[in-house]
């Protein structure tokens, strides 16, 4: 069965560094997503892209980050110059169509920074 | 805003005990409304879904109605097993948006 898969599985970092989290979606989808989220916490939507832009995005989605599909199979969240708090698990989804039913999501990413 | 309050885990039951997660929600508007489950080491899984007002969604033996008069959704589950085990996700959609909106996760722990 195809899957969502994401790396590193866990990252650790120092404030201030730029870290890439990597997703591969399910290579027939078109919609892509990121949700995060911080321990204790509600998963929570960052960002949500098509046709190699973003169509929606949260107020936690700020000048800090970014996305990007650089080569057709891979999708990236980028943050610039990390925050204590962005400590979260981060997940990336990939659906074929627009909506939640068919979002297929990935086993996470747990970001760390200190 | 929407929103999404489910009970705060952990929760331990025995194997072959009834489960319920309650789960209530806010919006403006009519959300589909949605459990999803995270085994260890897996992504999240969607369990079940209701589109309406009385719907009932099931799969694996989890039931849950969502309930207009209450903006509830509470997870059921007659017998539950060891394998069970998992993080538990409420969540609604509503249509103007294309995001999914979670609670914060209940974790569910079956003893043998």
């Known amino acids: 069965e195809p899957e969502v898969t994401q790396t590193p599985s866990h990252q650790v970092t120092q404030m201030g560094q730029e870290v890439i989290l990597r997703c591969v979606p399910i290579s027939n989808h078109l919609y892509f997503y990121w949700y995060r989220q911080i321990l204790g916490q509600k998963v929570e939507f960052l960002v949500s892209f098509y046709n190699n832009e973003i169509s929606e995005k949260s107020e936690i989605f700020d000048d800090q980050f970014s996305v990007e599909r650089p080569d057709g199979s891979n999708f990236t969240l980028k943050i610039r110059s990390t925050k204590l708090e962005d400590s979260a698990m981060y997940f990336c989804?990939?659906?074929?169509?627009?909506?939640?039913?068919?979002?297929?999501f990935g086993p996470g990413t747990r970001l760390t920074v200190t | 805003g929407d929103s999404v309050t489910q009970m705060e885990g952990p929760v331990t039951l025995s194997e072959e005990a009834f489960l319920t997660i309650n789960c209530t929600y806010t919006a403006t508007g009519y959300p589909s409304l949605f459990w999803y489950v995270q085994y260890p080491g897996e992504g999240l899984q969607l369990l079940l879904k209701a589109t309406k007002a009385d719907d009932k969604g099931s799969n694996k033996g989890f039931e849950a109605t969502y309930r207009k008069e209450t903006t509830s959704f509470h997870l059921e589950k007659g017998s539950v097993q060891v394998s069970d085990s998992a993080v538990y996700f409420c969540?609604?959609?509503?249509?103007?948006?294309?995001?999914?909106?979670f609670g914060k996760g209940t974790r569910l722990h079956i003893l043998p």
């Open positions: 969540a609604l959609f509503m249509n103007r948006d294309d995001k999914i909106i």
């Open positions: 989804a990939s659906s074929a169509v627009q909506g939640p039913y068919e979002q297929y």
